[in-house]
Nanobody, 119 residues
Framework: QVHLVESGGGLVQPGGSLRLSCAASGSIFSANAMGWYRQAPGKQRELVARIRSDGMTNYADSVKGRFTISRDNAVYLQMNSLKPEDTAVYYC????????????????WGQGTQVTVSS
């Protein structure tokens, strides 16, 4: 079992920044991938960014150049130049699948943290 706890969401004005954190505990395999997905009302959950334990990263086109994912003992998402369309519940994910990018391929999820971008 892997337990994921997110923090750092909130309300921010357009153009602002937020940093999300996700702490992982439990049976963590040395080779894994952790990521951030988001789900807006009425929409499917989608990949935001993902980072493998070897440092390889993937980003959604919509966030490239604005968001940065990093990890040490936790995984972080630095979000800059936020837009109203970034508003969603952001979920931390964990997978032992090296190439598992689809939401249904993730092994564990955090409880989610709300990010609202509004003036």
């Amino acid at each position: 079992q892997v337990h994921l706890v997110e923090s750092g969401g909130g309300l921010v004005q357009p153009g602002g920044s937020l940093r999300l954190s996700c702490a992982a505990s439990g049976s963590i395999f040395s080779a894994n991938a952790m990521g951030w997905y988001r789900q807006a009302p009425g929409k499917q959950r989608e990949l935001v960014a993902r980072i493998r334990s070897d440092g390889m990263t993937n980003y959604a086109d919509s966030v490239k150049g604005r968001f940065t994912i990093s990890r040490d003992n936790a995984v972080y998402l630095q979000m800059n130049s936020l837009k109203p369309e970034d508003t969603a519940v952001y979920y931390c994910s964990y997978s032992t699948g090296w190439y598992s990018i689809l939401p249904q391929e993730q092994d564990y999820w955090g409880q989610g943290t709300q990010v609202t971008v509004s003036s």
